[in-house]
């Protein structure tokens, strides 16, 4: 099965490791991603003021280039452009008003009206996979390894982008026990890591890593599995403020979803990257016998 | 904190900027807390996001945008979904940084940021920071 599919700008660089092993890692259980032609940058962040339309631009023509393929689906892999596009996307199917605005202002393009559905690869992997079947093609379990799952804010907030229960979520859980990992809850689960913060005060973004970091630690946790490439910077590259701050805290390898999944269906580091991943995985992958 | 009421302020211009940008209807909000008590940079904040949305409600404008608060939240909406009365805080927080940043006063300015952080950090974290914090 096709499934076209948009990128984002951070997934060509510093996420290429949750990139390139989800392609891997859906190509193995039978879904071609298709990249989206021509796209843009999303936005990033979805315009909450009820005055400021052309910010919804950018997540629309998106939406449109994956139309112009003849698309009924886009899926994302970044949690940041999956927000903005799936908002977008629901503004554009339910406010008639600003609709017809930006309809009206993109000369170019031809009405779009929110005809696109925007789904994370996260619900594609549970709903048009399944556990079962992903559970078949599992070469390398993953026995052994305890993980914390962690979603922070945008794969769930708000209410109406939800991937799962805002509150409780557990399709991470589901997957990495579809693995074979051990999974391990914590409370912080669903809490912002601080977000775009890590720009003016990066001092407060060290104290949430540390909060985030130190409580899957005290829970036994080896590692932590995401989804963000937002989240992996800011939980990965503050640990190198926290080691010298805290003697007990050694550091701890931040993973993306989509990395452990390709190392389980046996497709190796290389789709990995995880040269560019934080809290250095190579050693507890190692012990674990999961990388030669 | 001493606050002066006036029927002026309750209905002032502010007031009214803050409604129609947020789309929200201020005067739900009870006072409950649960979006201070939910917080994940509250921390930090001098201001108290409860706080904030009583600020508006009562048209005291003045220590708003001197405050940290609406420059430390991150736009994650956990307030948002916990809020009993369906205030979207996240968008009044908006609202309040957009007042500021309409007049075309940065939070934070490119120049700032060093060569090698621009290089470290993701395009994600710099576009939605400058989307957030400058004008």
């Not at chain 1, 032609?37 to 962040?45: A, D, E, L, M």
């Not at chain 1, 000369?107 to 559970?135: C, F, P, Q, S, T």
């Not at chain 2, 409604?19 to 939910?38: F, R, Y």
Request: proline share 4%; net charge neutral.
């Amino acid at each position: 099965m096709d499934l076209s599919y948009y990128p984002g700008c951070t997934l060509k660089t510093k996420a290429k490791g949750l990139e390139d092993s989800a392609i891997a890692s859906l190509k193995t259980l039978s879904i071609d991603l298709v990249e989206v032609q021509r796209w843009n940058c999303c936005g990033v962040t979805y315009s909450l003021a009820d005055d400021d339309l052309v910010h919804h631009l950018a997540p629309v023509r998106n939406l449109i280039r994956a139309r112009e393929q003849g698309s009924k689906r886009v899926g994302v892999l970044c949690s940041f452009c999956y927000n903005s596009l799936k908002r977008a996307n629901l503004l554009m199917k339910n406010d008639q008003v600003k609709r017809k605005t930006l309809n009206d202002f993109m000369e170019e393009e031809k009405g779009y009206n929110g005809e696109v559905e925007v789904v994370h690869i996260l619900e594609v992997l549970r709903d048009d996979v399944g556990w079962g079947n992903i559970a078949e093609k599992v070469k390398i379990s993953l026995k052994g390894l305890k993980v914390v799952p962690y979603y922070g804010c945008t794969l769930l907030r708000p209410q109406e982008v939800a991937i799962d229960h805002v509150e409780k979520p557990t399709i991470l859980r589901s997957l990495m026990e579809t693995i074979g990992a051990e999974v391990i809850e914590f409370p912080y689960a669903t809490e912002c890591c601080g977000s775009f913060q890590i720009i003016g005060n990066p001092d407060y973004i060290t104290q949430r890593a540390w909060d985030i970091l130190s409580s899957a630690l005290r829970r036994g946790a080896e590692a932590l599995v995401l989804t963000c490439p937002l989240c992996h910077f800011n939980l990965g590259e503050r640990q190198q403020e926290l080691v010298p701050r805290y003697s007990d805290f050694k550091g701890i390898p931040i993973f993306y979803f989509s990395q452990l999944l390709a190392l389980s269906l046996g497709l190796g580091s290389q789709v990995c990257h995880f040269e560019l991943n934080y809290g250095d995985p190579l050693p507890l992958l190692k012990s674990k016998k999961l990388i030669p | 904190m001493r606050i002066e009421i006036s029927s002026q302020k309750l209905q002032s211009d502010f007031v009214k900027k803050v409604a129609e940008i947020s789309g929200q209807d201020l005067l739900s909000c009870n006072q409950c807390g649960k979006c201070s008590a939910g917080c994940p940079m509250c921390f930090a904040m001098d201001i108290l996001p409860n706080q904030i949305i009583r600020l508006v409600q009562l048209g005291v404008e003045e220590d708003i945008p001197k405050s940290k608060t609406i420059w430390l939240c991150a736009s994650c909406f956990t307030c948002s979904v916990r809020c009993p009365r369906g205030v979207d805080l996240g968008k009044v927080m908006e609202a309040l940084r957009l007042i500021t940043l309409r007049k075309n006063i940065d939070y934070i300015e490119a120049a700032s940021i060093s060569a090698d952080r621009l290089r470290e950090l993701p395009q994600i974290a710099l576009v939605s920071g400058f989307r957030k914090h400058s004008a």
